[in-house]
C-alpha cells in the first residue's frame, strides 16, 4: 500500500523558512517523479514543484526562485524548502506520487493528507 506521511508545517512571519518532509513507503520511491501541491482555503488544489526519478526540477511561477524541491532516496523521503515566505504560501501543503519517472502535468496515483503551512504577522 503505497502511504505518503508530510511533515514540517508550521506557523512562520512573513519572509521566514520552512522546509516540509514527506515519508513514503509502499512503492519503490527512486523510480516515480513525485510533486508538492497545495490548497488555500476556498482554492482549488495548485500544482507547486516536481522532482523527476532523474532529479530534473519544475515549479510554479509564484514559487520560482523562492521554494526548493528535493528527493533523498536512500531515505525514501521528498523535501520542500520554502524561502522567503509570503502570506499567500498559507495553504495545506500536500506531496503526491506520479504514475511516470518524468514530469507529467497532473498526474498522480496517490496523495498524502497533507501539512499546514501559516504564514502571518
Known amino acids: 500500500e503505497v502511504q505518503l506521511v508530510e511533515s514540517g508545517g508550521g506557523l512562520v512571519q512573513p519572509g521566514g523558512s520552512l522546509r516540509l518532509s514527506c515519508a513514503a513507503s509502499?512503492?519503490?520511491?527512486?523510480?516515480?517523479?513525485m510533486s508538492w501541491l497545495r490548497q488555500a482555503p476556498g482554492k482549488e488544489v495548485e500544482w507547486v514543484s516536481t522532482?523527476?526519478?532523474?532529479?530534473?526540477?519544475y515549479y510554479a511561477d509564484s514559487v520560482q526562485g523562492r521554494f526548493t524541491i528535493s528527493r533523498d532516496n536512500a531515505k525514501n523521503t521528498l523535501l520542500l524548502q520554502l524561502d522567503s515566505l509570503k502570506t499567500e504560501d498559507t495553504a495545506m501543503y500536500f506531496c503526491?506520487?506520479?504514475?511516470?519517472?518524468?514530469?507529467?502535468?497532473?498526474?498522480?496515483?496517490?496523495r498524502g493528507q497533507g501539512t499546514q503551512v501559516t504564514v502571518s504577522s
Open positions: 503526491a506520487k506520479s504514475p511516470w519517472s518524468g514530469y507529467v502535468a497532473n498526474e498522480y496515483d496517490a
Open positions: 509502499g512503492f519503490t520511491f527512486g523510480k516515480y517523479a
Open positions: 522532482i523527476t526519478m532523474g532529479r530534473s526540477t
